[in-house]
């Protein structure tokens, strides 16, 4: 059976990763790049030995599938190009720029019966992986995402940049809708809001608490599952998991850990950027449905927007008291 035939579309310093990963797959190749910047579109082409198009549309016509590794408000446009033309897209995180425009990209796949998955690449963390089989029911959920200033995404708020990866592991883990979201955020060094908190009440009574930043001194990406006699934390960097279970009743037990027991699951070895572009080729050869969906990508967003509202709304009363 041939390979599939991939496309990178955009090919900057996350994109350029996406190219090579795709020179590396058992089940694909790397049919060619386009990137709107000549000179380095056909270095990452001359590298790999494949053709570069400086407009995309032409790339369409070599592929079965694209990866779509461009600046946010480019999503939309030029996956509704791909999947006009029958191709399969993955597009990086978030899936575009607005819930109108997310929702017809889920349209146009679906009426094209073509696979359209989110680069959500957190969901193929090892960390996570191995986190998933004792993650039940969560109760409370921690997360902390948060980096130095690198000058990079700066095209869009922190939320859409960081936040957003943990609003899709929560959503994929709490089996119930937001009900009510409150945030706070600020602008520091970009212009966007570059540090940001919000708080998710689902109906079904679990609460996530969320904190992402761009302007800190330090790099940490870690969660913290709680729920009924054991929680669960998850560092995504280091990757590592422990399991705090309870094995006993701890009523009238002066030290917790006696009644407690830890469990440090194996963390498998794993590029998540091959594995997301191998599950991606999967789904394509086998038709199934992708670990990431379009829906996935569109709840995220959804949330997303819905806390960026928050933090418009607080900002505008805190200057209305200036």
Partial sequence: MAKLKIGVI??????????????????????????????????????????FFADH???????????????????????????????HVLVEKPITATVAQARELITLAEQNK????????????PALLAASPHIHDPKFIE?????????????????????????????????????????????LVSGRED???????????????????????????????????SYVTVDFLNPGVRVHKLKGDPRGVSDI????????????????????LGSFADCIINDTIPLVTGRDGLRALQVAEEIMGEIEKRNQRLKGKT
Avoid at 40 to 47: D, Y
Avoid at 66 to 76: A, F, K, M
Avoid at 146 to 168: A, E, Q, W
């Fill in 114 to 125: 073509l696979k359209l998955q989110v680069g959500h690449i957190e969901r193929f963390n």
């Fill in 143 to 187: 997360c902390l995402r948060i980096s130095p200033f690198g000058g990079r995404n700066t095209d869009v708020p922190v939320v859409l940049d960081l936040m957003i990866h943990d609003i899709d592991i929560v959503l994929s883990f709490v089996d119930s809708e937001p009900e009510r979201v409150s945030a706070i955020g600020c602008s």
């Fill in 57 to 87: 549309r032409d790339l369409l016509r070599q592929v079965d599938a694209v990866s779509i590794v461009v600046p946010t408000t480019l999503h939309h446009q030029i996956a509704i190009d791909a999947l006009a033309a029958g191709k």
């Fill in 257 to 276: 850990s006696q009644v407690m027991e830890i469990i440090e699951p194996k963390i498998g070895k794993v590029e998540q950027l091959k594995a997301e």
């Fill in 10 to 51: 955009g090919v900057g310093s996350l994109g350029q990763h996406h190219a090579r990963v795709c020179t590396e797959l058992s089940n694909a190749e790397l049919a060619g790049v386009a990137d709107i910047n000549p000179e380095r579109g056909q270095e990452v082409a001359g590298r790999h030995k494949v053709p």
């Fill in 195 to 229: 540090i940001a908190n919000a708080r998710l009440e689902f109906r079904n009574g679990c609460v996530a608490n969320l904190t992402a930043s761009r302007i800190s001194g330090k790099k940490e990406r870690k969660m913290r599952f709680f729920q009924e006699y």
